[in-house]
């Protein structure tokens, strides 16, 4: 399949996927609409209320939340979602499948939990206030039973984005009604949670209308295990580059800081979340599909793509303090507006790093060299922003966070180019 050469690629692209693929995109960007765009309308409401350092903390904990679900998860978002497109018309090995899948959840769960007492025993930070990292663990308990990568596997996203739109939305307004001033701050990681883990509890109660719990196989376990470990590196190491900004400034220049770089980094995440459901809407289509047609279909997608993250960025260096004074209203964070700048690339650099990483690597099951990829890239990106916040404090970090970004599609490109030679 030849790039086509004028502007009817989008015609062509559209040409090679199905009704269900586009329905499956809807759902899927409603889903990180109630887990990005929802918390942005309470955003400001939190700053304001909570204080730069309160919402530090209430962020630094739900950065370190944000790891743990990764390793609880394990991958699972891609290989399970692959495995279950190829075993839903099987409704015995199905089923076997997705109660392997608890199963491993279940005893990541535990071990994740563990390691948060720890940390909490040993590191002074969490030390002196345990409660919010405590109750920020939910997250991960919700986390891991939303079954996101059954129904994407089934292509059957409806009522599962349903459940977890209603529920997010209920406990996004509920903020407004229970956090009142500074010293609510734990009612923040309390309603995160119980919107994670009540929307989580309603999405697998609904996976019984197609699957049951069966005795799960430690075999067959330990197979999957093995398989998908490479991704769950290789998704650690991503957050390494996404969420470890906000812990590491937190831990070397207190929660204060740590907030005002949060507040930022939520509203350039929020851009970069509307990549990720096109992304997984396309990939059982695409993982389906023969070599040459994925990369035909990656190319044409490259086009659009790049001309949103193009706009996107524009719009964001040119509107800053606009932008930053519009929403919050907070000369503190404000001030700061040449740090949005900078994370501001991250929409363009994002947007193309994500299609190849993300997306095509993936599809022609590359896991391997995806794994290499990003752990270069979250070890270095780990090193450096260690470094430069020494050094240059928040600015540091902002520009390790956008080279990081740029540095993986670089490389991510010189092996596509590789890989399609």
Known sequence: MELPKNMDFIKSYLKNINKTVLQNYIYLLLIQIANFVLPLIALPYLVITLNTEGYGLVMIAQSLAVFLGILVDFGFNISATREVSILRDNKEALSRYFSNVYAIKIGLIVLAF??????????PKFQSDPEVYFLSFGIVIGQAIFPTWFFQGIEKMRIITIINVVAKAFFTISIFFFILSPEDYLMAPILNSLGMIISGALGLFYCFRFVRFTKPNFGEMKAMVVESSS????????????????????????????????????????????????????????????????????????????IFGVFATAVLL????????????????????????????????????????????????????????????????????????????????????????????????????????
């Open 231 to 306: 991704l769950m590196v290789s998704n650690f190491a991503v957050n390494l580059y996404t969420y470890a900004n906000t812990l590491i400034l937190g831990l070397m220049w207190g929660d204060s800081l740590a907030g005002i770089y949060a507040s930022m980094e939520k509203l350039v995440l929020a851009i970069k979340s509307v990549y990720a459901p096109l992304y997984q809407a396309i990939f059982p289509f695409l993982a389906a599909k023969k070599k040459p047609q994925i990369v035909g279909i990656i190319k044409q997608l490259s086009i659009p793509i790049s």
């Open 114 to 123: 563990l390691f948060l007492a720890i940390l909490i025993a040993f590191v």
């Open 318 to 421: 040119g509107s800053a303090s606009v932008f930053l004074d519009f929403i919050y209203g907070n000369q503190e964070i404000s001030s700061y507006s040449s740090i949005f700048r900078i994370l501001s690339f991250i929409a363009i650099f994002s947007a193309l790093n994500m299609l190849l990483v993300t997306l095509y690597l993936p599809s022609i099951k590359e896991y391997k060299l995806r794994m290499k990829i990003l752990s270069f890239a979250g070890l270095l990106h780990l090193m450096l922003v260690v470094s430069m916040s020494h050094f240059y404090d928040i600015y540091g970090v902002a520009i390790t966070a956008s080279f990081t970004e740029l540095l993986i599609l670089l490389i991510a490109y010189f092996y596509f180019k590789k890989t399609i030679e």
